[in-house]
């Protein structure tokens, strides 16, 4: 394994890559969020307050662009998608009154979803927005389907308006599940969920266009006429299927004892969905399939089918934190894995010590569950990995957030606010780098 480029991104204040996408070129595409300015390279953007951006590398490690959003208040870019011309999608939220490029937003309620569009030139094309007056709502991930068309899942509360759909919470905190057209119009949106908080976390969608949305449930979580229940009412994992008309198809979640939440799910060409998240306290079931913790937070990754049987499951961690954040898949139907860790932890044979108070991990399981190969990426601080795409020639690129100091193979980085952003990318095979590509920074 290779580290074969490594960025780093910030300035004074706390920067964060939040959302990873690469494209047919060996380009990568990145969303967060930084505060007051934050350097790309050369390029530098100003904010008055914590602002979304969204920035391009090129395959030699140049950034090419990169663009904000302005205004005195809260914005920040959580998920990012690409379609076939190279046009950029990204979700996240946004407090008050907001400009993306010539268009102003102003939020109905104290925190309000975009979703906005990107040129291949990094210009803002159109945005619009979800929400209600008096609630808290937080757009989390976002997906593409072959037409283009767009999917987005979070949590709301109390009444939101998704286009001329309006929805209404059964109970604190639900999911919202909605589709967008290419051009910005809302097409459906659905709520789910019940009396406690449940909330979306991420979202994918099949060769078919049927959507996969993980998250958590307290309790009771409805789904349309489909129903979950945890008498334990502890968090649980759900895994919902719905099709591209916005039908709810079936639900799956975890059982055991343990709170356990899923942060990240994708779906394979045969309809096959993996997604990672963690667990603490006691143990969680999947199907037949029970894993035990080892300590306060443990990963999980588990596999399942397109009409929602529990295939497999695994886990990795130690006696302390340990996060599955990212999942992703390569051509071949190999899982990656990017999260964080603490102390000592085990990816099935592996085991790893941090340097730092979490250090972040990127690993690749094959399509039956079994561990391949685990990277660590060494620092002093608090690190962790949280974006995660399989690129060209199964090149793995990772982004994140650092403090103080991150080693990414011989690659040191100093971070010059209190938080920086990082991007690492990792090549598999022994071929040479090509001219020009090698230990960027």
């Known amino acids: 394994m290779l580290i074969s480029g490594a960025m780093r991104v910030g300035d004074s204040a706390n920067d964060m890559i939040n959302g990873l996408v690469s494209d047919s070129l060996g380009n990568v595409y990145v969303t967060g969020q930084f505060g007051g300015s934050v350097s790309f390279g050369r390029i530098k953007l100003t904010a008055s307050n914590t602002s979304v951006f969204v920035a391009k590398i090129t395959p030699k490690g140049k950034w090419e662009w990169a663009v904000s959003v302005q205004g005195s208040s809260v914005s920040v870019g959580r998920g990012i998608v690409i379609d076939k011309a190279r046009n950029l999608f990204v979700v996240g939220s946004f407090q008050n ?65 998704f286009g001329q759909t309006q929805l209404t919470s059964f109970g604190e905190k639900d999911i919202f599940v909605s589709k967008i057209d290419s051009n910005g119009q809302w097409l459906w949106a659905r709520a789910a969920g019940g009396p406690d908080d449940d909330e979306g976390h991420s979202i994918a969608v099949d060769a078919l266009g049927d959507v996969y ?6 309790g009771e979580a409805r789904f349309g006429e489909l129903v979950l229940w945890d008498a334990s009412q502890k968090a649980g994992v759900f895994v919902v299927k719905v099709s591209t008309k916005g039908e709810w198809k079936w639900s799956r979640k975890s059982g055991g004892t343990a709170y356990a939440y899923g942060q990240s799910i994708v779906v394979d060409p045969t309809g096959f969905a993996y997604l990672t998240g963690v667990f603490r306290g006691g143990h969680v079931t999947f199907g037949t399939t029970q894993l035990a913790g080892l300590g306060e937070d443990d990963i999980f990754v588990a596999k399942i089918s397109l009409d929602g049987r529990w295939e497999w499951a695994l886990q990795a961690g130690g006696s302390m934190v340990d996060k599955g954040h990212q999942v992703a898949l390569d051509g071949t139907g190999s899982i990656y894995l990017t999260g964080a860790f603490s102390g000592a932890a085990s990816f099935g044979e592996k085991r790893f010590v941090s340097d730092g108070g979490f250090d972040v991990f990127i690993s690749k399981i094959n399509p039956v569950g079994h561990w391949l190969w685990v990277e660590h990426l060494r620092g002093v601080s608090h690190d962790e990995g949280g974006a995660l795409s399989v690129g060209v020639g199964g090149n793995v690129h990772v982004a ?42």
Not at 213 to 218: A, I, M, P, R, Y
């Open 97 to 161: 009154r907001v400009v993306f490029g010539q268009t102003v937003l102003s939020s109905l309620g104290y925190n309000d979803v975009f979703v906005a569009k990107i040129t291949p030139k990094g210009e803002w094309g159109w945005v619009v927005a979800a929400g209600g007056e008096v609630s808290t709502d937080e757009g989390q991930s976002i997906a593409i389907d072959a037409m283009g068309d767009l999917y987005i899942t979070g949590s709301f509360q109390g009444s939101a308006s």
């Open 213 to 218: 949305v993980t998250g958590f449930f307290l």
């Open 400 to 441: 994140g957030y650092f403090r103080e100091r991150l080693h990414a193979g011989d690659i040191r980085f100093d971070n010059v606010g209190s938080q920086d952003g990082f991007v690492v990318t990792l090549q598999q095979n022994t071929q040479p780098c090509l001219a020009g590509t090698c230990q960027w920074r």
